[in-house]
Each structure stands twice: as structure tokens, then as C-alpha cells.
């Protein structure tokens, strides 16, 4: 009787200490599952960003299209009815200023043309009388024009108003204003036609 209690203490023993030493297998993942993981997340979240930049910077550009026709009507807005700059209504009109040179091409102007010569001169953006000077967003600038040369002046004339659209080399029927992104060299074109009617071609 002791023999068997005897075995029977020592193959338990034994296989206790089996079980006891034996890896048990615990819930959860392992280290190159972990890694492969991360590492799945980590490339989907960069694809992922450098969409959104992409996306972000070409709505940066037709955000500046847009603003840009609504600046055309506010200008033509200005000369039907009539705006005041300085106190007096300018005998040539409302009209907007384009330069595709490297120093302006961030930026347009809104002014009154006071001397009646259809184009810009210093003095008549005034923003104490009337006038703006507005900016694109930073990696938005004018590259150029078609149909016309820089510096191009865009004026309105009441009462129709009639629109005069003058570039470097005369007065042109029809101007298309080319803005580009400059990071991802993407452009809009912005056209004006002699009616005074704007609008962004894709």
C-alpha cells in the first residue's frame, strides 16, 4: 500500500512540475504582430497626410479663383453703383490691377481710376478711400496672362459699366488671369470678357 501511495505521489510530483514548467500560451499578439501592425498603420497614415497637403493646396488655389471673380464683381459692383473714393465718385471708374512680375505676383489690386486713363497709378488703392490691395493665399500667384501682357488693368465705367480691359500692349476684348500653385505647379484660369462677365475655367 505504501508502494502504491509512493508512485502514485511520484508521477503526480512529476507531472505537476510538467505542467508547471511546460510555456503556457497567453492571450494577446506577439512582437512581430505588434510590429507588423504598426507598421501598416504608420504607412496608411502617411499616404493618408500627403493626400490631405495635396487636396489642402488645390483647394488653396480655386479658394483664390473664386475670390478673385467675386473681387471682379465686387469692383464692377463699385462702379454701378456709383462708390466714392476720397469723397468723390472717380470719373474713370472702378477697376482691378494685375502684375505677373516676381515682386507682385502675390497680389492684385482694387482701385479707382480718378484720372479716367483706364489704367492703375499709384495713389488709387487707397484703403483709407475705398481702394485694396489683396493677396493670395501663399503658394498661390499669378504666372501670367493670355491674349494680353503684364501689367493688366481691368476697369469698369458706369452706368452700363463698360469694361475696358487693358494689358501692356493695348486693350484686349478677352484676358484670362492664370493663377498656379507653386509647390505642385497646378494652374486656374480665370477669364473676363468685354461684357465684364468672369469666371474660372477648369
Not at 44 to 71: M, W
Not at 90 to 105: C, K, N, R
Not at 135 to 143: D, E, L, Q, W
Not at 167 to 184: H, P
Request: aromatic residues 10%.
Amino acid at each position: 500500500m505504501f508502494l502504491i501511495l509512493s508512485n502514485f505521489c511520484r508521477r503526480s510530483a512529476a507531472t505537476s512540475l510538467k505542467s508547471f514548467l511546460k510555456p503556457r500560451r497567453l492571450p494577446g499578439f506577439s512582437l512581430p504582430e505588434v510590429i507588423i501592425s504598426l507598421s501598416i498603420i504608420v504607412m496608411i497614415t502617411a499616404i493618408f497626410l500627403s493626400n490631405y497637403r495635396d487636396a489642402e493646396k488645390r483647394s488653396d488655389l480655386s479658394l483664390s479663383a473664386q475670390n478673385l471673380v467675386s473681387d471682379i464683381h465686387l469692383a464692377q459692383s463699385y462702379a454701378l453703383g456709383l462708390a466714392e473714393y476720397a469723397g468723390e465718385v472717380p470719373s474713370g471708374g472702378w477697376g482691378l490691377h494685375f502684375d505677373s512680375a516676381t515682386s507682385s505676383a502675390d497680389r492684385y489690386i482694387i482701385f479707382a481710376d480718378i484720372n479716367a486713363n483706364q489704367r492703375y497709378d499709384v495713389g488709387e488703392e487707397d484703403p483709407d478711400s475705398g481702394g485694396r490691395t489683396m493677396y493670395f493665399s501663399k503658394t498661390t500667384k499669378i504666372k501670367g496672362f493670355n491674349s494680353v501682357t503684364s501689367p493688366l488693368d481691368i476697369t469698369f465705367l458706369p452706368p452700363d459699366p463698360i469694361t475696358t480691359i487693358y494689358g501692356g500692349s493695348g486693350t484686349s476684348t478677352v484676358a484670362d488671369i492664370i493663377l498656379t500653385e507653386i509647390v505642385n505647379n497646378t494652374e486656374k484660369s480665370i477669364q473676363i470678357n468685354f461684357l465684364g462677365l468672369a469666371e474660372v475655367l477648369d
